[in-house]
């Protein structure tokens, strides 16, 4: 039985004008594992191949390889920060699936989500979630940050609290952003909290902080509203 050809067969067959054949050679790299590894820049690239099959190939391989795919943090990070759409929202959903590998990734997702405002930011903060607590933390940074795109917070704020376990640390944020002036972001917040009432310990907590901080917010409006009309009157 004939041996399969080594790695640099399949990157080489990767240049090839046909798409079904650059498919074909990213479906061998899939099955390569280890042997794959000096591969792995070559499959990254086609993250940005004209075909979309291709580029779906390309992300399940890499995802497929596992570790053996770090090498790609390098050109993953590069379509974050000036690749096309669909290289972006490719390289997002690959680091969804890596374990963290490269510090320089978090800044990067950040800045893609700030700065190149993607059509489909969902994964891009799911991405950011996986990188563990570097990732967290921004997460929780672009909620809070009052000059942020209300439908960006919010999206964070879901990917947070859709965390399993329940983020309990997540709990005195939400409850700040109960006064948030954004009545978008409010309205978010509250249905966040109540999703997540009844589903465990932590969700039963949540809501009872909610319900506490709400009180205490429309409280805060009914003696401001009072002292503008005993001010008018």
Do not use: C, M
């Not at 009052?146 to 609290?161: D, F, H």
């Amino acid at each position: 039985v004939a041996a399969d050809p080594p790695a640099s067969h399949w990157v080489e067959r990767l240049k090839h004008g046909d798409p079904a054949v650059r498919v074909e050679a990213l479906s061998h790299l899939a099955r390569g594992g280890e042997a794959a590894r000096e591969a792995v820049p070559a499959i990254a690239a086609a993250l940005n191949d004209e075909h979309e099959i291709v580029r779906h190939r390309a992300r399940e391989t890499l995802k497929t390889l596992g570790p053996v795919a770090h090498a790609a943090a390098g050109t993953l990070v590069g379509f974050l920060r000036s690749g096309p759409e669909p290289a972006l929202q490719a390289a997002a959903e690959v680091l969804l699936h890596l374990a963290p590998s490269d510090p320089a990734v978090v800044p990067a997702l950040v800045a893609a989500l700030r700065e190149r405002r993607p059509g489909r930011p969902w994964e891009l903060l799911q991405a950011l979630h996986a990188q563990g607590e570097p990732g967290v933390a921004a997460l929780r940074a672009i909620v809070q940050d009052g000059s942020s795109e209300v439908s960006l917070r919010g999206s964070a704020l879901e990917v947070l609290g859709q965390a399993q376990p329940p983020r309990v640390e997540l709990v005195p944020v939400l409850t700040a952003l109960v006064s948030d002036p954004d009545p978008g972001l409010r309205a978010w917040v509250e249905g966040l909290y109540f999703d997540r009432s009844g589903v465990d310990g932590t969700g039963a907590r949540w809501e009872g902080f909610f319900v506490n901080a709400r009180a205490g917010y429309e409280l805060g409006r009914a003696l401001v509203l009072g002292l503008l009309v005993a001010a008018l009157y």
